[in-house]
């Protein structure tokens, strides 16, 4: 078997890649840059895992269609790489405290341009080179604003990508195909981008996941013999069955 994982790198990317590996998939570490990618590659290579680096660039589709035309054959598609807002230097990438207020167009255009968008171009690229029962796992997070958590670019972002995935595991069910298409959110998980530690306290759900234990969760959906198409998973196994309750 065959996995391409993008963002795979670094945190929750190279552990669902680390894990995949260490179970016989053979990993494709996409990422941006080559340095990265590369000795991401070497630490898997030292564990036995068989890798490749793959060039991948969501704000680059010439990246994402020359990938495709190199790879003849897919198993299962992680699309794990993203932004949470548009990068400035002065601010963090996922700034809690950002008020929706302060949110520009073009913040929201940067971040939907990579999440939905690149992420699109991804399952629209590689799903011909997509095994007959493969899988295509999305990264995702709950897109409800609450208190505690309403980065309004993110959210807006991955609502679409939600949608994608549950239009395309549509079009799998009413065609007959056995492919499936998922999305996991693996709840707070402490990456460089929100400057968490592992184990943390949080407002919602206790304590932050470290990568280890969020690439364990979804490795471990990837890799089970459920039909998962069309769901979206959350953190503790529940699963999102209708984000329009009030409307039936």
Known sequence: MKALITGANKGIGFAIAKILGKSGIEILVGARSEN????AVKKLSV??????????DLNNFDTIHNAAKEIDQLDLLVNNAGIPDSHKADRPDLDQKKATFDYTTDDLRETMKVNFFGTYEMIRSFL???????KIVNITIPIQPNNFWHP?????????QNVMAMTYALEFKNTGSSKQIFGVMPGGVATDLNGHAAGALGALNGFIKSAEEAGELIAKLALDTENHNGQMIQFDGKIVTDYEVQLH
């Open 36 to 39: 990265r990618g590369q000795e």
């Open 47 to 56: 564990q036995g895992i068989t890798a490749s680096f793959v060039k991948i």
């Open 128 to 134: 011909p080179k997509l095994a007959e029962n493969g």
């Open 152 to 160: 309004l670019a993110y959210q807006t972002s991955k609502a679409a």
